[in-house]
T-cell receptor, first 111, second 113 residues
Framework: KNEVEQSPQNLTAQEGEFITINCSYSVGISALHWLQQHPGGGIVSLFMLSSGKKKHGRLIATINIQEKHSSLHITASHPRDSAVYICAAPSSGGGADGLTFGKGTHLIIQP | GAVVSQHPSRVICKSGTSVKIECRSLDFQATTMFWYRQFPKQSLMLMATSNEGSKATYEQGVEKDKFLINHASLTLSTLTVTSAHPEDSSFYIC?????????FGPGTRLLVL
């Protein structure tokens, strides 16, 4: 079963700073998910990526399949980016599997 | 984009009662849906995989007789928490598989008194 580790667990930064959240996993996967969870609990899927890099607005996700590592970057961070960011990988590696989640990174962006 | 709904969004019930949570894929068909739960300050954990037309597959430690899952159609899976107890209070969230990704419902917050 996949083990997913995230770092840091908590991150406080000033508005405008470049943010990096890291994720590593133990079992080779078809794709990795980055999710955002707001205080109310609702989850938004940010990215699903299987190789290389994806960009959406100020968010960038990269993955290195060989090293089993992914990063989520936020450029020009803003207080509205404050949330918990979670990476998740298929439990047994395959695309049809349920996900194993990291513990999340609690991000606070101060004005 | 693909949308998954959950109902209800919040439920408060008395200990011993049963609660049904619905997960629907609104604009796509999902042969597989997943149920997760999240206890306060903990990460999401997979409870079970719901397969349309067949029995659900439960993760180790999840009681199948307590958490009944029915996936009777390609757009609907239900999770029934039977004889709920305060320790079942949690955030329950479903996801539906589509085009090799998963789309998440908004979640159901269950409080058992």
């Amino acid at each position: 079963k996949n083990e997913v580790e995230q770092s840091p667990q908590n991150l406080t930064a000033q508005e405008g700073e470049f943010i990096t959240i890291n994720c590593s996993y133990s079992v080779g996967i078809s794709a990795l998910h980055w999710l955002q969870q707001h205080p109310g609990g609702g989850i938004v899927s940010l990215f699903m990526l299987s190789s290389g890099k994806k960009k959406h607005g100020r968010l960038i996700a990269t993955i290195n399949i060989q090293e089993k590592h992914s990063s989520l970057h936020i450029t020009a961070s803003h207080p509205r980016d404050s949330a918990v960011y979670i990476c998740a990988a298929p439990s047994s590696g395959g695309g049809a599997d349920g996900l194993t989640f990291g513990k999340g990174t609690h991000l606070i962006i101060q004005p | 984009g693909a949308v998954v709904s959950q109902h209800p969004s919040r439920v408060i019930c008395k200990s011993g009662t049963s609660v049904k949570i619905e997960c629907r894929s609104l604009d796509f068909q999902a042969t597989t849906m997943f149920w997760y739960r999240q206890f306060p300050k903990q990460s999401l954990m997979l409870m079970a995989t719901s397969n349309e037309g067949s029995k659900a597959t439960y993760e180790q430690g999840v009681e199948k007789d307590k958490f009944l899952i029915n996936h009777a159609s390609l757009t609907l899976s239900t999770l029934t928490v039977t004889s709920a107890h305060p320790e079942d209070s949690s955030f329950y969230i479903c996801s539906a598989g589509h085009m090799e990704t998963q789309y998440f419902g908004p979640g159901t917050r269950l409080l058992v008194l």
